[in-house]
């Protein structure tokens, strides 16, 4: 093995590059023998090229819980991981089919006569007790029914390599913004590298998003519908990829008091006098969208909102209320929902999820607690997850204690050994633990973008990949089929 | 029974607003108990009323006003016919209740919400009635309602959207909604599904006690509750009252509690204070009534007005 991978030892976990045996694998050969043999200096350099290209970009994201407001740059690992053409094309179908199933499934609740609900596939009062089950949006139209406009599937492999879906991200899924910067600083940092490597392109994204937020207008908007992207502002943590979004599809950043309804449509103020405005692109959460609706106190959304969308004359993306969907515990359905809408096997099956308001699910969970992972069913960015086996004596007492006084608002998993993948740590390569959030664009068709946002646990053996938890990233190559 | 009800609502703000934008809940339903007839509501300054049927079956007319003012009036009118309702003769057990396809039906009515949430004294209250023994769940409904109707004494304008029941239980006094928020508490806190009822409630009576043709009443809209009886679907009280729900009870919509069945809700721009008038008028027209064994008269399908 050469320069910077030698030694490097996988660990007994599934490793993305290379074989049990050590052996890289095929569609790694080439990368490990280009970027394992840079000299330190080389690696230094390039090092320094990233790091200037992200911060021209003004690439940052804001971690919760430190102290307020703290920006930080999202590190980006010069090694990038390769996905093979064979592989994605099961991913990529495997997602078409669960989001797919997943908007319908939405538009079945919302717009629908509940089929599934009443057919036994789901109990009813899973839907009714969920937090992200918002009556307000009942009966609202979404065109194409393509409530989630933009899905986040957040994918791992397990321990045989096999890809399976760790949760469904279907309210505001952020990232994309990390996989295009990486791209364009990937062909700066290692450009031989990737120009010799068939890469699938990433940078269109821009355009399939407005293509998709077009889509999806009213059938009162004119054939050049006007879509803004409506941010909560600078404070929030995503602000920079929703100003990033709105320049790569050439429309409109907005604040909910750049928006007025007036006689049941949505106008924003420009400097030409007030302009109709025909799909919301919105990065704010339901509860805050409108006041008249929702949280009362909220000045970041628009009074009336909800009400013109009823109207038909305005179309919010991603539709509200998918939160029912992405809930941890509905979850553990879509496997049986995929078979009932489609009649088909899942592709990306699930991982194994205990449900803890089942006695004895519960009583097995409760016994083995310090061996699995749990998760609160309404969180996302891995906020409250607790790993057993990573966990004090009190956090699993305390975490017992809250299974058992709501059961429901819990799910458990099996811990996932997390695949790994070559990561440049110092000057040379240890294995790190990733996962993949691909991005899934569903307006009048489905688009799956090659890749996705390749996670990294940075810190050693961690298996939390999320950035707002000390996470980095990787760009994602997507190999073209070799006779494309 | 038939009336006309004209619910209007009058704000005056003490400066100018520039924007209000709202939603009323008004109109009266049409379901086994009783028919709408008409329905029509207008706003000064005229805004165009966008209505549509919300999640729970409630008629929703939402509207906003975008330009300078200082006073809103809205006006909701309606003709409704009402009818008796048969006498729940079900007596199902207290177990039926755990039927599993009972609960599932009827999840979101049995779960606390803001304003039906389980204090302590709630808990109480419902470990007294419980202990008394009823085997069947009607009665056990009655005794709630019965329990309700002794523990608070109507005081108009004692308390404000946001009290709990046990602030109820604790200060002994309140208004319609306090009681029905309470009784459904109760129910819930006992295993029975209950929902919250926002409606009208015509209370002119002679000397006998019994409504006069013709008679008209200013009143405010009420609220009362109904309790899921396995197998004999909703038995709707008004504890308020102290009255089993009838003619005399027109029901706008029902939800887990107030907040999904407000009749007014909204917010304004501006730097303002606002003081609301509101009031219901009603008009008996008639106490003509079906017998519930009938299907009620047809009508001609009325155009409702925006």
Known sequence: MEGLFTDYDTGGFFDEAHDDDGSARSHYQALIAQVGGFPPAELDRREKLRDEAFRTAGITFTVYGETEGVERTFPMDLVPRLIPADEWKTVEAGLAQRVTVLNRFLDDLYNGERAAVRDGIVPWWLIASSDGFCREAAGIPVPHGARCLVAGVDIVRDGNGDYCVLEDNLRNPSGISYVLENRQAMTRVLPKVFANHRVRPVDHYGLSLLHALQSVAPPSASDDPTVVVLTPGVFNSAYFEHAFLARQMGVELVEGRDLVVDDHTVAMRTTQGMKRVDVIYRRIDDDFLDPVVFRPDSTLGVPGLMAAARAQTVTIANAVGNGVADDKAVYAYVPDLIRYYTGEEPILPNIETYLLWEPEQRAHVLDRLDQLVIKPVAEAGGYGVVIGPKATDAELAECRAQIEADPRNYIAQEVVQLSRHPTLVDDHMEGRHIDLRPFVLCGDKVEVIPGGLTRVALTKGSLIVNSSQGGGSKDTWVLAPEDA | ?306
């Open chain 2, 1 to 306: 029974m038939r009336f006309d009800i004209r619910y209007r609502l009058a704000f005056e703000y003490r400066n100018v607003v520039r924007h209000s934008q709202n939603e009323l809940r008004a109109c009266p339903l049409t379901d086994d108990h009783q028919m709408l007839l008409s329905y029509r509501v207008a706003s000064s300054p005229m805004a165009r009323v966008h209505g549509f049927t919300d999640y729970w079956g409630t008629r929703v007319d939402a509207y906003g006003i975008r330009e300078p003012h200082v006073a809103v009036e809205i006006v909701a009118e309606s003709a409704v016919e009402t009818r008796q309702r048969p006498l729940t003769v079900a007596s199902p057990s207290m177990a039926q209740l755990a039927d599993p396809e009972f609960t599932d039906i009827h999840a979101e009515f049995l779960a606390p919400t803001r304003h039906t949430e389980r204090g302590e004294r709630t808990v109480a209250c419902a470990a007294e009635i419980r202990a008394r023994g009823e085997i069947d769940v009607v009665s056990l409904v009655l005794d709630i309602h019965r329990r309700v109707h002794r523990s608070v004494t109507y005081e108009s304008g004692s308390t404000d959207i946001g009290v709990t029941p046990d602030d109820v239980l604790r200060g002994g006094r309140g208004v319609c909604q306090d009681y029905a928020h309470l009784a459904v508490a109760l129910c819930r806190e006992l295993g029975v599904p209950a929902r919250y009822v926002s409606g009208y409630f015509f209370a002119a009576d002679d000397a006998t006690g019994a409504a006069v043709v013709g008679d008209s009443a200013e009143v405010q809209t009420h609220a009362w509750f109904e309790a899921a009886i396995p197998g004999a679907g909703w038995l709707a009280l008004d504890p308020t009252n102290a009255l089993a729900v009838g003619e005399r009870h027109v029901a706008i919509g029902r939800g887990r509690d107030y907040d999904d069945v407000p009749p007014i809700r909204g917010v304004y721009a501006g730097a303002a204070a606002a003081t609301l008038d509101a009031g219901v008028e009603m008009r008996l027209l008639s106490t003509a009534s079906s017998s519930p064994d009938q299907p009620l008269p047809l009508h001609q399908q009325v155009q409702q007005q925006q």
